[in-house]
């Protein structure tokens, strides 16, 4: 089974505050994404990686970086915090070479005060 | 870039009800078509997928999905409800440019009546 495990189920930080979540999957899959989730919103892309070292942005990149250092773990990273940015955050990961189909972590949800 | 259509955020069924939630999308080449569902609290986990072969595709819990080309359509069936059914439900379509994303459609939020 493949497994996708977020670092936090829930997270409370302060606004201008640093912010890692963090993302592995343990089935050598080589793509890996991050999503937000709001209500009526559906899923939105924020960054994803096809390769170590490797990141494209998504739709909606703006107050957000990423890291993949090693090809299981893939990190989101808000530089400094905002309300807006109070969210459910999603990762995923897929096996890449046309295989679409993208296997999901339990998520966390953050609220920034 | 594809997208995805989802008509009506929320939709309630009666249990023991069909379950019917309708997805188009927009695609300029044969895609690769997802139904997720997502539980309280938890993240998304595939019902079902079709990527070729037979268009009618049988996926978890009962759930089943036709991919109509001449429609673009993949729409979500479940013969009769049940109280476990309550839950998000997420259409997705591959993105055509060969980079293994997902344009996924805003959700159906599913109430079961008893």
């Known amino acids: 089974d493949v497994k996708v495990t977020q670092s936090s189920r829930y997270l409370v930080k302060r606004t201008g505050e640093k912010v890692f979540l963090e993302c592995v999957q343990d089935m050598d899959h080589e793509n890996m994404f991050w999503y937000r989730q709001d209500p009526g919103l559906g899923l939105r892309l924020i960054y994803f990686s096809y390769d170590v070292k490797m990141k494209e942005k998504g739709d909606i990149p703006e107050g957000y970086s990423v890291s993949r250092e090693k090809k299981e773990r893939f990190s989101l990273i808000l530089e400094s915090a905002s309300t807006n940015q109070t969210s459910m955050y999603l990762c995923a990961s897929s096996r890449g070479q046309g295989d679409y189909e993208q296997y999901f972590g339990p998520g966390t949800r953050l609220t920034v005060t | 870039a594809q997208s995805v259509t989802q008509l009506g955020s929320h939709v309630s069924v009666s249990e023991g009800a069909l379950v019917l939630l309708r997805c188009n999308y927009s695609?300029?080449?044969?895609?690769?078509l997802f139904w997720y569902v997502q539980y309280p609290n938890q993240g998304l986990q595939l019902l079902l997928k079709y990527t070729t072969g037979a268009t009618l595709v049988k996926g978890i819990n009962g759930f089943e999905a036709e991919f109509k080309k001449s429609e673009t359509s993949f729409h979500l069936t479940k013969p009769s409800a049940h109280m476990s059914d309550a839950a998000e439900y997420f259409c997705?379509?591959?993105?055509?440019?060969?980079?293994?994303?997902?344009?996924f459609g805003k959700g159906n939020q599913v109430v079961v009546i008893p």
């Open positions: 695609s300029s080449v044969p895609p690769y």
């Open positions: 997705a379509v591959s993105e055509w440019y060969g980079n293994n994303r997902l344009a």
